[in-house]
C-alpha cells in the first residue's frame, strides 16, 4: 500500500520555466511534508518542508502547495534551470507518533533543458 | 542543519558474509532512521534508532538481518547480515532536528555478488 505516490517518473522542461511536481497521499494523519532532491550517487537533499496547518510555503525559487481536501501537494520551481535536473521525491510523516518518521514517494526525474 | 558522515561510500561484497554502515553526526539528535534505496525504487525505511533503546523496525524487516546499534547521541551503526544479492541497494542514515526538516548522509551502495 502505497501512502504517497508520484505518479509522473519523468518530467521535463525548458530552462526559465516553470516546473510543478506533484505527490499525492492516503493518509489524512500526515502532518508534515517535505521536498527532497537527489542526485545520482549522492544523498537526499532537503530542499523545503510545509505543515497540514498552512497551504504554502515559499523559499526562494522554491514554492510547495499543499491542498489537504485532495491530499495533494505539489512543489514549484521557477524559473527552472539545468542544475535542478534530479530525481525529486516528496515525503510525509504523521508527527502524532513522535517519531518523525517518513514515508516516500516514488520519486519524479526532472530534466530541465538548455 | 545537521552534517551526516556515513561510512562506506560503496562496497562489494561476498554473498554470506556481512557490512556493517557507520552514521555519524555532527550534533546530538534523539532519532536516527535507517534507509533503503532499491535500484529504481523509492527509499524504504528500515529501523529507527534512538538511544539507549532497542531499534524500531518497520514491516518487513528484522532485527536479525539488520542489526543496529545507538551507543550515543551522535553515532549508530546498521549492519546487513548474511547477505544476497537481494540486498543489493543504497542504504541511508537520516536524522530529524525537528519536524519540518530532515537531513540525509551522502548513502552506501551496497553490491552483494
Known amino acids: 500500500d502505497q501512502q504517497v505516490k508520484q505518479n509522473s517518473p519523468s518530467l521535463s522542461v525548458q530552462e526559465g520555466r516553470i516546473s510543478i511536481l506533484n505527490c499525492d497521499y492516503t493518509n489524512s494523519m500526515f502532518d508534515y511534508f517535505l521536498w527532497y532532491k537527489k542526485y545520482p550517487a549522492e544523498g537526499p537533499t532537503f530542499l523545503i518542508s510545509i505543515s497540514s496547518i498552512k497551504d504554502k510555503n515559499e523559499d526562494g525559487r522554491f514554492t510547495v502547495f499543499l491542498n489537504k481536501s485532495a491530499k495533494h501537494l505539489s512543489l514549484h520551481i521557477v524559473p527552472s534551470q539545468p542544475g535542478d535536473s534530479a530525481v525529486y521525491f516528496c515525503?510525509?510523516?504523521?508527527?502524532?507518533?513522535?517519531?518523525?518518521?517518513?514515508?516516500f514517494g516514488t520519486g519524479t526525474r526532472l530534466k530541465v533543458l538548455a | 542543519s545537521a552534517v551526516i558522515s556515513q561510512k562506506p561510500s560503496r562496497d562489494i561484497c561476498q554473498r554470506g558474509t556481512s557490512l556493517t554502515i557507520q552514521c555519524q553526526v555532527d550534533s546530538q539528535v534523539t532519532m536516527m532512521f535507517w534507509y533503503r534505496q532499491q535500484p529504481g525504487q523509492s527509499l524504504t525505511l528500515i529501523a529507527t534508532a534512538n538511544q539507549g533503546s532497542e531499534a524500531t523496525y518497520e514491516s518487513g524487516f528484522v532485527i536479525d538481518k539488520f542489526p543496529i546499534s545507538r551507543p550515543n547521541l551522535t553515532f549508530s551503526t546498521l549492519t546487513v547480515s548474511n547477505m544476497s544479492p537481494e540486498d543489493s541497494s543504497i542504504y541511508l542514515c537520516?536524522?530529524?532536528?525537528?519536524?519540518?526538516?530532515?537531513?540525509f548522509g551522502q548513502g552506501t551502495r551496497l553490491t552483494v555478488v
Open positions: 537520516s536524522v530529524c532536528p525537528s519536524h519540518s526538516e530532515a537531513f
Open positions: 515525503a510525509a510523516s504523521a508527527g502524532t507518533s513522535g517519531t518523525y518518521k517518513y514515508i
